[in-house]
């Protein structure tokens, strides 16, 4: 990656793993904390965890469509402000049902799909997928830093310094986000048009309705399983909740070392439906040792270390290949579409998972996840080998933004070029182009005209 690349990516990873980190923070001490609100019943703690996820899956639409149409930073911005005051009003709350709407408005945030778009505007499309692997180290990271280091800030501050801390964070990174993130000029070869215009042919395209479902499947399943895994490595290992990351930890540093390898090989068009299969593959293999020797110290390491394998590898391959993929004029909204099946997968993955838990046992919400795995498979076998497009980088001199944004509109009417990203402050295009009909000759006159 270039400069820019690198650290573009680091400050929107950030953001990113902050919003992860409002959310499971909390996880490990809230059902506690609840139990002295008033109010409060088992189903309403249940809403108070939930809540997130569900204004997360019901916006994230909204706010991809809107980073299209007003720009990715501000839409981002105010998704930020919006999580701040949700953890404000949780921070404060006293009933279980104050605490709910803060946490309702903090998933109102939903700013996953604007901050994926613009990873993609500020990367070039052969580094799109170590951007995103960069993002999805994070946010395991996040998640898993959050789980082991909740219980520690409760015992300094409690809970609602918890919500505190992250109403704080989220103003931090608003100002990070105005301040020091790169701010691009795009232009398509087609004039935006409106949201009614862009869903129906985002939603008949089959490769995106493939990843869609990929993701739904992906978040489905880690969702259910860490429902059952706690008990299976308390019973079967015999460690208390406040030891799990000594599993967590190792296991998942390993499959993201496992990964790299195979993220280099089949980063390319052509091998991507051979990447996708075999992650799946050991999604579905991890989920098979689990549901037959779950209680067996060794094989439930083993099926970790296989599953966070596969699982870190899909969590940097799909988001790129979302990206890659979408119309360009409707990233935001092909984006905003694939976030909101993640978090209907996670909360299917918790409610089925949970009634399956309490109806059959551990080893039936592994064949769950398996079968829904097993569904995912099929559809990536049916795949057609993909043509992905490419990115040129150009120098252009530093220019101001009516400049850039004119620019930018030339390149784009440039036989071959799909997208034109314009870095006014950085001095810098991105060409994404189709190297089969790319005019190079055309866009040195363009460049020498301006």
């Not at 280099?264 to 050991?282: D, F």
């Not at 944004?405 to 071959?416: D, E, I, N, P």
Request: aromatic share 8%.
């Amino acid at each position: 990656m270039t400069g820019l690349e690198r650290r573009s990516v680091g400050l929107l990873a950030a953001i990113y793993a902050l919003r992860m980190a409002g959310l499971f923070l909390i996880f490990p001490v809230f059902s506690l904390y609840a139990e002295g609100l008033t109010g409060q019943t088992p189903v309403l703690i249940g809403l108070a965890l939930g809540a997130y996820g569900l204004t997360q899956a019901l916006l994230q639409l909204p706010y991809g469509v809107a980073s299209d149409y007003l720009g990715r930073k501000p839409v981002i911005a105010a998704g930020l402000l919006v999580f701040a005051v949700g953890s404000a009003l949780a921070a404060v709350s006293t009933s279980i049902w104050g605490v709910i709407l803060g946490r309702a408005l903090q998933g109102a945030g939903a700013i996953a799909a604007a901050v994926m778009a613009l990873v993609a505007d500020l990367t070039r499309e052969e580094q799109r997928t170590k951007a995103m692997a960069v993002i999805g180290v994070t946010i395991g990271g996040s998640m898993l830093l959050s789980l082991i280091i909740g219980p520690v800030l409760n015992g300094m501050i409690g809970v609602p310094g918890i919500f505190w801390l992250t109403c704080v964070l989220a103003l931090a990174a608003t100002v990070v986000l105005v301040v020091a993130v790169p701010s691009p000029v795009r232009a398509e070869p087609r004039a935006f048009e409106s949201p009614m215009a862009q869903f129906p042919r985002i939603l008949r395209d089959p490769q995106l309705l493939r990843l869609d479902a990929g993701i739904f499947f992906l978040h489905m399943t880690i969702t259910a399983m860490f429902l059952v895994l706690p008990h299976a490595i308390v019973n079967h290992m015999g460690l208390a909740a406040a030891e799990h990351w000594k599993v967590y930890l190792p296991v998942m540093a390993a499959g993201v070392v496992t990964m790299v390898p195979f993220l280099i090989l089949g980063g390319r068009g052509e091998r991507m439906r051979a990447l996708l299969s075999g992650a799946v593959a050991l999604l579905i293999l991890a989920q098979v040792l689990f549901y037959f020797r779950y209680d067996s110290p060794f094989w439930l390491i083993a099926g970790l270390w296989i599953f966070f394998s596969g699982f870190n590898l899909l969590e940097a391959t799909l988001p790129s290949l979302i990206s890659r993929l979408a119309p360009a004029e409707s990233k935001g909204a092909a984006i905003g579409v694939y976030s909101t099946a993640q978090f209907l997968g996670a909360f299917v993955g918790g409610a089925a998972g949970g009634w399956i838990h309490g109806a059959a046992g551990i080893g039936a919400v592994f064949l769950f996840a398996a079968i829904g795995l097993g569904l995912w498979f099929m559809l990536v076998l049916t795949m057609p080998a993909l043509h992905l497009l490419s990115t040129r980088a150009i120098e252009i001199g530093r220019r101001d933004p009516a400049q850039a944004q004119k620019l930018a509109r030339k390149l784009t009417a440039v036989t071959g070029v799909a997208e034109a990203i314009v870095l006014a402050e950085e001095g810098i295009a991105y060409l994404k182009v189709d190297s089969r009909s790319f005019d190079e000759q055309a866009v040195r006159k363009v460049l020498t005209s301006a």
